[in-house]
């Protein structure tokens, strides 16, 4: 492996809260472990960032600075993800050049922000000439060097006319970008499902998992929904919440109440060993989705944002998930459970967990999905471009 020089570092624009999500960052700290390996200093730059995630980074072994939230407010046709992002474009870029003016140049430059697009990257190119890496999924136009999208069957045709001429397209789920502990944990546990399976033993534990911010607390919805199907067969109902959780108070009371079903992990750092000891999750769609294939967690996937749906539907086809359905206004706590009845996702539940066999060919067709190196073959580009040309 060739190590970067001494002074190589890789600026990294992300940011996540509980509006936001924490996909953005949880999927960019795979990447920086993985560009690590090589020598690099990584330093995150982030406009929204709470201190539970902050200290991810840091403990991690990465830098974090943190980008003043003032500006101009965004313009009218900015849409959602420019009213989370909370000023333009053109600001943020200010913002950021600003930020790392008395620094040296980064190696390389890595955005993952849908509120951040072509603009901002033709921006950032007038202040440095390195390379500019875009990680995306919402099939829009760029002016990077090079374009992720670790969409499950996304194909660089998807991006036809929306990039310079030459600009390579890394798609589909071999790039996605998982921490380095699901591909080292990924034999035993896929090892230990296919026994499980052989032998014909019963479900033992449910997971809800909506998401690192979830401000609706639907995994609170979920949790009280699917409870009695907990509890009539004898099951743990885990809630994963993650570091931009705002209900955590509400949820652990739900659960002080349910008589030891509801089990409430939050701000889990071995996920990967956590999605290998559950045998069904209902689960948010998006990158999370990615996580439970590459362990053949058998899944029903919900999608949270109109960008997860084509994922969910992709999979669905493949036999990979079960597509429950998508959350439409998640309005108050009601509204919530009204569409999730409306999904049947209780029914559903209980229908997969009583069927081994079903469970089976949901963890058989997940795993060939993603194997959990996409963030060691990514790291390999990002070097690649550094030293100016592209790993294969």
């Not at 990615?290 to 109109?306: D, H």
């Amino acid at each position: 492996m060739n190590e970067a020089a001494a002074q190589d570092w890789i600026l990294i624009r992300a940011d996540g809260s509980a509006p936001i999500g924490v996909g953005h960052i949880v999927r960019c700290l795979a990447l920086a472990d993985a560009l690590k390996a090589y020598g690099y200093r990584i330093r995150f730059f982030c406009r929204h960032v709470g201190d539970t995630l902050g200290s991810w980074i840091a403990d991690a072994g990465h830098f974090l600075t943190r980008l003043p939230q003032d500006g101009p407010p965004p313009g009218p046709d900015a849409g959602e993800y420019g009213r989370l992002l909370g000023t333009t474009e053109a600001h943020d870029a200010q913002s950021l050049l600003a930020a790392i003016d008395t620094l040296t140049p980064p190696a390389a430059i890595v955005v993952d922000h849908y509120a951040l697009g072509a603009g901002w990257e033709a921006a950032i190119r007038e202040g440095f000439g390195c390379p500019i890496l875009a990680i995306d999924d919402l099939t829009r136009e760029h002016v990077a060097d090079c374009l992720v999208d670790s969409t499950f069957g996304r194909s660089a045709q998807d991006y036809a006319g929306l990039l310079p001429d030459g600009v390579p397209v890394l798609a589909g789920a071999d790039y996605a970008m998982l921490r380095a502990d699901f591909a080292q944990l990924r034999p035993d546990i896929l090892a230990s499902r296919d026994r499980g399976f052989r032998q014909k033993a019963p479900a033992r534990s449910l997971l809800v998992a909506m998401g690192g911010g979830d401000p609706h607390n639907l995994t609170g919805c979920l949790a009280e929904m699917l409870r009695p199907v907990a509890a009539e067969r004898g099951l743990k109902l885990i809630a994963m919440i993650g570091p931009a959780f705002p209900h955590e108070a509400q949820l652990c009371e739900l659960a002080a109440s349910s008589a030891g079903t509801i089990e409430v992990r939050q701000n889990v750092r071995d996920v990967a060993r956590l999605l290998g000891a559950v045998d069904l999750c209902v689960g948010a769609g998006g990158s999370a989705s990615l996580e439970r294939c590459c362990l053949g967690l058998p899944m029903i996937s919900i999608a949270i944002a109109a960008n997860q749906i084509p994922l969910a539907e992709r999979l669905d086809r493949a036999g990979a998930i079960v597509f429950g359905g998508a959350v439409g206004g998640r309005g108050d706590g009601a509204a919530c459970a009204a569409e999730f009845a409306e999904m049947e996702i209780t029914h559903l539940a209980g229908r997969i967990l009583d069927n081994i066999g079903w469970r089976e060919r949901l963890s058989l067709a997940a795993r060939d999905v993603a194997d959990g190196r996409g963030a060691e073959r990514l790291a390999r580009h990002v070097h690649g471009m550094v030293a100016g040309g592209f790993a294969v």
